[in-house]
Every structure is written in structure tokens, then in C-alpha cells.
């Protein structure tokens, strides 16, 4: 059974751009979250998917956006990035909630110079 | 706000048992997280837990107090490869949405 896939796996932007980060769940799962890990401040939820509708979000500026297709393959979104936003993006899928068994993928890290 | 309180290191030798403690001050509760990170890895899922009492999945055990916001995970056996990160997370609503909040992790030395 295949893991949680993110792509890209590293990505370099500069401030202003905008980014999209794909997150591929384990087969048959239907929640996807999404994380942001920085040194400064830690482990820090951004939201959660179930069946193409967002259930849960954290707390974030509107620039983060995400969705989730049919297929429970996740995006995310950061519009007009700042030097700020520079991370570790993670995705963890599980069968039905988060609270359940969650796998991370391997992450995106994003650096915006 | 929402407060989640870890020791920032442990130290423990191999073979050995280990208690990391987690307490909390947060608005609401709805359940609390451990996972497990690697340097340089992924978070690992350890457990969820929302009822008070002890949840045992091989060598690590995690207990819950809701009434003394307290957590604690305890690993026994104590092998190298526990050499680790560990990270509490307390779910609890935040408008209209259930969201975890992360500890800043717990950073466990496993000697021989």
C-alpha cells in the first residue's frame, strides 16, 4: 500500500508569488490535513478535508486556501507569499477524522527569498 | 488562548522507562495528540486520546486527566531508536472548527 505522497518535495519562491503544494492520501482514505513546521513556531494545524469540503480550519490569513478533489488528493494554496511563509508543509491522511490513525507525508519544504 | 506546557528535553538510558508529561489550559476539549518526530522526518501518530484513563499500545502507554488538564506518554524498554521529538496536541473548538494546538515537543535522549 503506498504512503501519503506530497509534491514537490522542495520549492523556491520569491515574495509576492504564489504557490500550490499537492498531497496525495493513502488509498481509501478521505481526510487530508495540513500542517505548517517552522523553527519559530513549531507544529501548527492549517486545515482538514473530508470528502471535498473543508471541515476544519485553523487559524490562518485567507492568503492559505486549500481544496480536495473527488479522488481525496488534496492542494493547498499561499497567494502573495511572504518570507514568513517559509516551511515545512506536511499532509497526514486518515479513513474518516483526524483523531484516527493519521499518516504524515514527507513534506514540502518551501523557502521564499 | 490555548496553552500546551512540555519539557523542552529528557534524557534517559536504554532499557529504561520514561515519562513525558503534557498539561494544558485550553478553551474547550475535544481530545489530545501524541506523535512522534525524527530529525528531520515526518510526525508519526502515536495516539488519540479522550476519555480519562490509561491507553496502552505496546511499549508506549498514554494517560489522560481531563479535570487536571495533564497528559503524559510513558515509554518502556527504552531503545535507541526512541532518540526523538515528542509533541502534544490538544484538539479543542475554535470558530465553529475542532483544531489542534501543538506543544513545542519534547526532546528525548536515549543513551546507552
Known amino acids: 500500500k503506498a504512503g501519503v505522497t506530497q509534491t514537490p518535495r522542495y520549492l523556491i519562491k520569491t515574495r509576492g508569488q504564489q504557490v500550490t503544494l499537492s498531497c496525495s492520501p493513502i488509498?481509501?482514505?478521505?481526510?487530508v490535513s495540513w500542517y505548517q513546521q517552522t523553527p519559530g513556531q513549531g507544529l501548527q494545524f492549517l486545515f482538514e478535508y473530508f470528502s471535498e469540503t473543508q471541515r476544519n480550519k485553523g487559524n490562518f490569513p485567507g492568503r492559505f486556501s486549500g481544496r480536495q478533489f473527488s479522488n481525496s488528493r488534496s492542494e493547498m494554496n499561499v497567494s502573495t507569499l511572504e518570507l514568513g511563509d517559509s516551511a515545512l508543509y506536511l499532509c497526514?491522511?486518515?479513513?474518516?477524522?483526524?483523531?484516527?490513525?493519521?499518516?504524515f507525508g514527507p513534506g514540502t519544504r518551501l523557502l521564499v527569498l | 488562548g490555548q496553552n500546551i506546557d512540555q519539557p523542552t528535553e529528557m534524557t534517559a538510558t536504554e532499557g529504561a522507562i520514561v515519562q513525558i508529561n503534557c498539561t494544558y489550559q485550553?478553551?474547550?476539549?475535544?481530545?489530545l495528540f501524541w506523535y512522534q518526530q525524527h530529525a528531520g522526518e515526518a510526525p508519526t501518530f502515536l495516539s488519540y486520546?479522550?476519555?480519562?484513563g490509561l491507553e496502552e499500545k505496546g511499549r508506549f502507554s498514554s494517560f489522560l486527566s481531563r479535570s487536571k488538564g495533564y497528559s503524559y506518554l510513558l515509554l518502556k524498554e527504552l531503545q535507541m531508536k526512541d532518540s526523538a521529538s515528542y509533541l502534544c496536541?490538544?484538539?479543542?473548538?475554535?470558530?465553529?472548527?475542532?483544531?489542534?494546538?501543538f506543544g513545542r515537543g519534547t526532546s528525548l535522549i536515549v543513551h546507552p
Open positions: 488509498s481509501g482514505h478521505r481526510s
Open positions: 497526514a491522511s486518515s479513513l474518516q477524522d483526524m483523531q484516527e490513525t493519521q499518516y
Open positions: 485550553t478553551s474547550g476539549f475535544n481530545g
Open positions: 496536541a490538544v484538539r479543542a473548538p475554535s470558530g465553529g472548527s475542532y483544531i489542534p494546538t
Open positions: 486520546n479522550v476519555l480519562d
